[in-house]
RNA sequence: GGGCGAGUAGCUCAGUUGGUUAGAGCGCCUGCCUUACACGCAGGAUGUCGGGGGUUCGAGUCCCUCCUCGCCCACCA
């Protein structure tokens, strides 16, 4: 693209599909968004680098609203920093989330009538890699199409090759360190996807169930005699090897050593005594069921009971390890939730199921196919997290790192100082493998960075583990694996290492944000950023949370098609405050997404004014102007510009920490996106739009040197307006710029994407008064608008309007023509005496409009509203009164707050004094 | 069961450390196609700031309590 100006007037209508692709086009090419290790301070060079790591969405996600605010959060602040001068790098990638891949390749192997099993292993993997392949960039191409701006050379996938060796070189590491080993226990099992899972990925959900009171014999006791136990899950009971009672509970003393007959599975167990019972919950006897349940298996241990497996892998009943018969044969191969049917009417029949009750508990499900997960016992890889857990609580407890909104901190905080050990290991196909290999020969363990094909001690066969891992054990090393991780002389890891901000759902804080911290701290020694910023979650109308299956979803492409990627981004980012959630009407996109396409079509057409009026030759640099060149009107709008950038930098920053770590005062200030956005629209519309570009209506085609000054004025403050802009409304900022006036004797750079961001402008000493004086001006014109609408006088019929000012006349004299203008009357200044059948009103500083209405209007209707205000005034006025009276407000309020407010009771006084005296004249008493 | 957050205009939300007459967008009402813009312009209406109590010269803002929603965490079978 070139400077020169595009000649041709700008279309009446903006049309997004049109430009858009365009401009991204250009952006790429220049390689615009591509950061350079070596311009980093941290590599020799002379910019701070801002680093954004994208959380990875899965390769096999389509583009949803949650990614569409998500990103643009990101956007924004990546081309913040970007026109701030940082060397900005965001990284953009994607992860190849095991078991969501897995189902769907599953799902649709399923429609083929096949299974995993009829492929094998290797021929399932080579398919999910073809699927991959095929579909994997999609999301990402979607990303480009709202604008993202992100490093695309720098793509990462969790299961490339390279980010691959990370993975095994941290695993290895922590296998060295003991951080990592395989361990025995019940564990959450998803019999669906056939695999384990996390206590993260088990997501908990109140449910009404059953409690099931069910009588076991007692052997060798009276006739008749029993225990009851209380269970949700008697299916479970099958494997049972105890009853268990608390050792305190008299009820049960003299059981305790005795034995109790199993029913159905008709095998005789001990009755126990444990601490981990509590005698106030049911019936005060617990089953124990090692294998089954992850209390009974501490229990289990404790006592060094049989842990008898009753499940099959895929939930059905089985005499698996240690179990003998104990499942008999017409339950064998059944559902567990059917075999709880049957096994319930079984105990009925006997009479050993005693009472049901209904019964309030958390079911845990799987957070991928939503498969109530069943607890089981087996053999798992770990990862030891109290030790590294540590530095990630420190770095957030000392400012090392802060997360927004605040409160998630103590979330976070929660979550560690409680972490447990992760289960890493998955029972899938699709992953990294476990990079551990087993010799039968000699029974060793090998744990490698490299592939094994022999044993190292007897050179025998060996046989690598047939698991893969979490997919969340690749994505926790995405900061420093995406920078050239475990490569120790990666240029992009020193250059962009430790990264900046982390922007993504509180849903990942635990699966990722808490994980990469630990990553960081164990791999690096370093926190892999200082900022976590937290996004709601978008919603409907109804408060339901948007999501592809309930269908009240919304496609942001198809916002993008119908308004423009603008209008969506704007949308969001100024409807949302930090954290907060965002509703959005899947039924009534237009209304939805109305604040960002009436914005964006406010831009364009005050572009269009400008092409048209300012037109297209240089203009005059603002700098070499000086200010008796100046309106009062150019004067006001550089003050307002002024005001307007402090306003955003204040909204958006600071972007880093100024000494390492967050101070008190700093942390957590900044990334309110929402003020941001506001400040700029309140600035282009309210401002610019409606005030200063039509006070240049007439200068601009008067020529001569104010007409000179009006077009480089106007011209410098939207080019400063589209910079402030150019991060929300990437796109159409970027259209409208290119076309711009370029000021005489300055350099521009080709791209506003890369154009400097707005600095104060130095003028801004003389601004206050030129600011204070011009709204004086603005008050007078709205004043003299408001009696028109007030009293119906007709739009086309000019006033005659009087002002009367003791204080400022000059200033209305000089802007007579101005305010006779903007409010279609004919002004004078001077001492009018008030006439009778005159509408009035008083300014601030007490001036006096004065609108003579010729008998067109009915007087009582001025009156009735002057008593009114009357009335108002002097309730206000009596309650402040009452205040300045009262001594412990005088004494103990700050003195320029009494200050004010005496000097408020005067100006009110002043204005009472008036009021009166004009409802006198022109009502008569 | 524990912890956290929210309740402000019809709707979605701002309201920094307590201090002018509580704001914005959308919606609504009135009048306007005023040659950049009807996706617009001008003007306007609407709030016992969830209820109650307290601290204070002064409370939407701080404290207590209650009510209503929402979220996170949790091995009571």
Not at 209 to 234: D, F, M, Q, S
Not at 879 to 887: D, F, P, T, V
Request: aromatic share 8%; glycine share 8%.
């Amino acid at each position: 693209m070139t400077t020169t100006h595009e000649l041709s007037a700008l279309p009446a209508q903006y049309d997004p599909r049109e430009t858009e692709r365009a401009i991204y086009e250009r952006w790429i090419q220049a390689g615009i968004f591509s950061a350079d290790e070596k311009r980093s301070r941290r590599n020799g060079g002379d910019r701070d680098p801002f680093v954004v790591i994208m959380p990875p969405p899965n390769v096999t996600a389509v583009l949803h609203m949650g990614h569409g605010l998500n990103n643009t959060v990101q956007d924004v602040i990546v081309r913040w920093r970007r026109m701030a001068g940082d060397e900005a790098l965001w990284v953009p990638g994607t992860d190849h989330a095991g078991i969501a891949t897995q189902n769907i390749i599953e799902r649709q192997l399923a429609a083929e009538g096949k299974t995993k099993a009829d492929l094998g292993r290797e021929a399932f993997i080579e398919r999910t890699v073809a699927f991959v392949t095929e579909t994997g960039g999609e999301i990402l191409r979607q990303l480009r199409a709202i604008g993202a701006s992100a490093d695309w050379n720098r793509t990462a996938y969790t299961f490339s090759p390279e980010l691959s060796r990370g993975v095994r070189e941290a695993f290895v590491q922590l296998y060295e360190r003991g951080l990592i080993y395989r361990g025995h226990r019940v564990i959450h099992w998803c019999p669906r996807c056939m695999t384990s899972l996390s206590d993260e990925e088990a997501e908990h959900s109140e449910e009404t169930g059953n409690l099931y009171h069910i009588a076991y014999p007692v052997v060798g006791g009276k006739e008749g005699a029993t225990v009851t136990v209380a269970t949700t899950r008697p299916e479970t009971m099958l494997g049972d090897v105890a009853v268990a009672v608390h050792p305190d509970d008299d009820r049960y003393k003299g059981l305790v050593g005795k034995s109790v007959l199993l029913p159905i599975a008709n095998v005789e167990i001990p009755v126990i005594a444990d601490e981990y019972v509590d005698p106030q919950f049911g019936t005060g006897v617990v089953k124990i069921t090692p294998a089954h349940d992850p209390n009974d298996f501490e229990v289990g241990k404790r006592h060094k009971l049989p842990m008898p497996v009753i499940m099959a892998a895929d939930g059905t009943m089985a005499n698996g390890a240690d179990a003998g018969s104990r499942v008999p044969s017409d339950l064998i191969g059944i559902d567990r939730f059917e075999a709880r049917e049957r096994i319930v009417r079984a105990l009925e029949k006997t009479k050993q199921l005693t009472a049901v009750k209904p019964h309030q508990h958390a079911v845990r499900h799987c957070y991928r196919c939503d498969t109530v997960v069943e607890p089981r016992l087996s053999d798992q890889w770990f990862v030891k997290m109290e030790p590294l857990a540590k530095p990630a609580l420190k770095a957030v407890r000392d400012g090392t790192i802060r997360i927004l909104p605040e409160r998630w901190e103590a979330v976070y905080v929660n979550w560690l100082e409680n972490i447990r050990d992760w289960n890493i290991s998955r029972q899938l196909w699709w992953g990294h493998r476990v990079p551990v290999w087993y010799c039968d020969a000699c029974s060793c363990e090998i744990v490698s960075r490299t592939e094994v094909s022999a044993c190292e001690k007897c050179g025998g066969q060996v046989r690598q583990d047939d698991d893969v891992l979490d997919t969340w054990f690749s994505s926790w090393l995405f900061p420093i694996s995406t920078l050239g991780w475990p490569d120790k002389d990666s240029a992009a890891l020193a250059a962009f290492y430790p990264t900046d901000d982390l922007i993504t759902a509180p849903e990942i804080l635990f699966f990722w944000v808490a994980r990469m911290i630990m990553a960081g701290y164990a791999f690096m020694d370093a926190p892999p950023f200082h900022t976590v910023y937290l996004t709601g979650t978008v919603r409907d109308m109804k408060h339901v949370k948007m999501s592809k299956s309930l269908g009240n979803g919304i496609d942001p492409l198809d916002v993008v098609s119908s308004y423009g990627a603008d209008a969506l981004r704007y949308t969001v980012v100024a409807g949302m405050g930090m954290g907060a959630d965002l509703m959005l009407d899947p039924n009534d996109l237009e209304r939805s997404f109305a604040p960002g396409r009436n914005f964006a079509t406010k831009l364009w057409n005050i572009g269009r004014f400008l092409l048209s009026n300012v037109g297209t030759s240089p203009v005059r640099s603002v700098d070499e102007l000086s200010d008796d060149e100046l309106t009062l009107a150019d004067r006001w709008i550089l003050g307002r510009l002024n005001a307007t950038i402090f306003e955003a930098d204040a909204a958006l920053g600071p972007a880093r920490p100024e000494k390492g770590k967050w101070r008190p005062e700093e942390r957590y200030s900044g990334l309110r996106l929402s003020e941001f956005a506001e400040a700029a629209r309140r600035f282009v519309w309210d401002d610019v739009a409606d005030w200063h570009l039509e006070t240049t209506k007439g200068r601009i085609s008067g020529g001569g040197d104010d007409s000179e000054v009006a077009r480089s004025v106007l011209t410098h403050v939207f080019d400063y307006a589209l910079r402030l802009l150019h991060p929300v409304m990437p796109f159409i900022t970027e259209t409208l710029w290119q076309r711009l006036p370029v000021p005489v004797a300055v350099d521009r750079c080709e791209f506003l994407a890369i154009a400097p961001w707005p600095l104060p402008h130095p003028r801004s000493r003389a601004e206050e008064t030129a600011i204070a004086r011009f709204d004086l001006v603005r008050e007078a014109v709205s004043a003299v608008r408001r009696i028109r609408s007030d009293y119906s006088v007709a739009p086309g019929k000019v006033m005659d309007v009087a002002i009367q000012s003791r204080a400022n006349g000059d200033l209305f004299t000089e802007h007579a023509g101005l305010i006779g203008r903007l409010s279609r009357a004919t002004v004078n200044v001077g001492s009018t005496t008030a006439a009778a059948g005159a509408a009035h009103a008083v300014l601030s500083d007490g001036s006096e409009i004065i609108v003579p209405l010729g008998g067109l209007v009915d007087l009582s209707k001025e009156c009735a509203k002057l008593r009114g205000e009357l009335t108002q005034l002097d309730s206000q006025l009596d309650s402040l009164s009452k205040r300045l009276q009262n001594e412990s407000f005088i004494s103990r309020a700050p003195a320029n707050v009494v200050e004010s407010e005496r000097k408020k009771h005067d100006d009110w006084t002043t204005r009472r004094a008036q009021l009166a005296e004009k409802v006198k004249a022109l009502c008569g008493g």
